[in-house]
Every structure is written in structure tokens, then in C-alpha cells.
């Protein structure tokens, strides 16, 4: 005979992505309907200088325009 386990204090952590501000609302109505904490939170896109230059990189590195640097020389390199 199997025994069932009871966990008490499960917590679980659920994340959803919302694609607008109708979705968002709605989620935050259910949660709050069911008495459940949640929190919002706004990402930060990347700074598009930043995102450029990583492009710029990934550019070089395709076309070959890249250095490579041996094992034993890493020391010399960064000066250590």
C-alpha cells in the first residue's frame, strides 16, 4: 500500500511572459483573487550602443577578423 505525502509549505515560483497590458491585468486579477503574492517586474532593454557594438563583434568574427591567443601566453597577456 502506497502512502501519500502531504508537503506542507510548498512554494513554487511561476514566470509568465505577457505580451500586453490586457494579459498583465487579467494575471494580476487571478492572483490577487487567490490571495497569491506576485510581483512585476519591467525588463531593461540593452543599451542599443551596446547592442551595436556586440553586432559589430559578432560581424568581425564571422568574416575571420579575430585573434586568438594560445594557453601558455595567457599570462603575458593579461599581464600576470
Known amino acids: 500500500m502506497h502512502k501519500l505525502r502531504k508537503f506542507d509549505n ?6 509568465i511572459h505577457t505580451e500586453n497590458k490586457e494579459q498583465e491585468n487579467a494575471l494580476k486579477a487571478f492572483a490577487k483573487a487567490l490571495k497569491m503574492k506576485f510581483e512585476v517586474t ?5 543599451d542599443p550602443e551596446f ?3 556586440i553586432k559589430q563583434s ?23
Open 42 to 46: 519591467k525588463e531593461k532593454p540593452y
Open 10 to 15: 510548498m512554494n513554487s515560483t511561476v514566470i
Open 58 to 80: 559578432e560581424k568581425e568574427f564571422e568574416e575571420g577578423n579575430y585573434t586568438t591567443v594560445e594557453k601558455k601566453d595567457l599570462k603575458d597577456l593579461l599581464g600576470l
Open 51 to 53: 547592442l551595436a557594438k
